[in-house]
């Protein structure tokens, strides 16, 4: 049997080898290992079982053919929370963890934190706190904003029933109370005259042309719906900026994540939009024009 190093030194240098980064490695055994990573680098010397060999290597093989890590063992850890994840969903990524912790903080300045609590001692839905997540995927946005603010009346949707599916049970094995909606964008809403204080979104935001030269971990693997958005990557703002106005209330917040150097043009289309609106760009840990938010008073 193989020990714990030799294992990780053979993976890494087998991803290297094939153009695939070494850190994916120490997830795959981490995984098939049953240890956290601590527990992987004090257990250095001790041998793996049999079974944890041989899935291990199979998954090394398996990731250098293009399939992500994630979408291998299963899951994706957001929030501090851990996300299932299979083909159907993207896949969640740190940026989105910021959009997330902004949208907090923006409904506790715009809110106070007392809202919610006039709702719960005057038994009024109608003074609760409405989220919608559009494109929600595996669920991560809507379970993390519902569980980090336990108060807030959280809806998500996507346009796809399988990713639902993946939202759905997301949600039901960390304890978040959401509402799913199958549906386009903001059109289940429309037709339902629903009106939210907040809706949040990370929705396909990568120009079609970008596929030539992305991973084909992403593009062979990921679900192109929730990738690409048109020649400029962005034909899904567009509809925003035309639906957002008829489920807003008069007091409400926007939140969109954005590609890198799209912030100004999704700006300026909800300054267009709303121009009593208060609107920020947000960069992200990275540097990079990640986030965009509109505040309506």
Not at 268 to 297: C, Y
Request: net charge negative; glycine share 8%; with cysteine.
């Amino acid at each position: 049997m193989t020990k714990i190093f030799e294992a990780l030194h053979w993976a890494s240098s087998f991803l290297k080898e094939n153009g695939r980064e070494e850190k994916a490695a120490e997830l795959l055994l981490r995984h098939f290992a049953g240890k956290s990573r601590a527990e992987l680098f004090a257990s250095f010397q001790d041998k793996l079982s049999e079974d944890a060999e041989s899935a291990f290597r199979a998954a090394v093989v398996e990731h250098v053919g293009g399939r992500p890590v994630q979408y291998i063992i299963g899951y994706e850890d957001f929030y501090g929370r851990r996300y299932i994840v299979n083909e159907e969903v993207l896949i969640p990524r740190p940026e989105t963890e910021e959009l997330v912790y902004g949208t907090l903080e923006r409904i506790d300045k715009l809110f106070g934190k007392n809202k919610a609590d006039i709702w719960l001692e005057h038994d009024n839905a109608e003074d609760s706190i409405e989220v919608v997540d559009i494109g929600t995927g595996s669920g991560a946005i809507a379970v993390s904003l519902k569980l980090e603010n336990l108060d807030l009346v959280v809806t998500a949707s996507d346009l796809a029933e399988a990713s639902l599916a993946v939202a759905c049970e997301n949600a039901s094995r960390l304890g978040a109370l959401v509402e799913f909606v199958h549906g386009d964008l903001l059109q289940p809403f429309i037709e339902m005259e629903r009106k939210f204080d907040v809706v949040i979104s990370n929705p396909p935001y990568i120009p079609d042309g970008d596929e030539s030269w992305m991973s084909d971990i992403v593009t062979e693997h990921e679900p192109h719906r929730a990738l690409f958005a048109g020649e400029d990557g962005l034909d899904l703002y567009r509809r925003f900026m035309e639906e957002l106005p008829l489920v807003l209330k008069n007091k409400a917040l926007v939140g969109f994540e954005v590609g890198a150097g799209q912030s100004e043009a999704v700006a300026g289309m909800l300054r267009e939009t709303f121009p009593d609106a208060e609107v920020e760009i947000v960069f992200d840990i990275n540097g990079k024009d990640r986030m965009v938010f509109a505040t309506l008073q």
